[in-house]
T-cell receptor, first 114, second 110 residues
């Protein structure tokens, strides 16, 4: 089946800098995308979502950008803090009958240097 | 408001055995989904239950099954365990499209 493609690279940033994490997806019919943060020993934690009728959505210190033309998602974290260190996953919801069936990317490890 | 609760947190089983994992969703959430997380395959969808019915199913063999009770609590069962079933099994509950995950059950098959 189609999948959200994201290898597991490591992004190392200095505390206070902005971080950008990228994700490519392959299912052009997907209409809902989510970013999750997973810390060691914990389950994924919802960060922000976006529907396909939007190009950009902002939250607290985070922004998600969606480019449907090239099937690309990005997560921007402003003023990155040590507590942001985690693995970040993008996901798309491919559920039938309005259900929940998330296809996850491989994840990106974010390391914040003090 | 209590989050998603999964039990047990850790489990060690022998090849060939079967295992049952439990998930209690957030109060009011009727959708419960299960995922398997491994270093090699990442996070993979197993199945989703809504109002005691399986609404979506992933590409896992029939050894993996689940059910949901009238109080929305869900269980998943894996029969004839294989070494490759060692993984973190995550449960997520949803009221609409936003899914909230539990901390998972770490299953080790030896």
């Amino acid at each position: 089946g189609e999948s959200v493609g994201l290898h597991l690279p490591t992004l190392s940033v200095q505390e206070g800098d902005n971080s950008i994490i990228n994700c490519a997806y392959s299912n052009s019919a997907s209409d809902y995308f989510i970013w999750y943060k997973q810390e060691s020993g914990k389950g994924p934690q919802f960060i922000i979502d976006i529907r396909s009728n939007m190009d950009k959505r902002q939250g607290q210190r985070v922004t998600v950008l969606l480019n449907k033309t090239v099937k690309h998602l990005s997560l921007q974290i402003a003023a990155t803090q040590p507590g942001d260190s985690a693995v970040y996953f993008c996901a798309e919801n491919n559920g039938n009958n309005a259900g929940n069936m998330l296809t996850f990317g491989g994840g990106t490890r974010l390391m914040v240097k003090p | 408001k209590a989050g998603v609760t999964q039990t047990p947190r850790y489990l060690i089983k022998t090849r060939g055995q079967q295992v049952t994992l439990s998930c209690s969703p957030i109060s009011g959430h009727r959708s419960v989904s299960w995922y398997q997380q491994t270093p090699g395959q990442g996070l993979q969808f197993l199945f989703e239950y809504f109002s005691e019915t399986q609404r979506n199913k992933g590409n896992f063999p029939g050894r993996f099954s689940g059910r949901q009770f009238s109080n929305s609590r869900s269980e998943m069962n894996v029969s004839t365990l294989e070494l490759g079933d060692s993984a973190l099994y995550l449960c997520a509950s949803s009221i609409n499209t936003e899914a909230f995950f539990g901390q998972g059950t770490r299953l080790t098959v030896v």
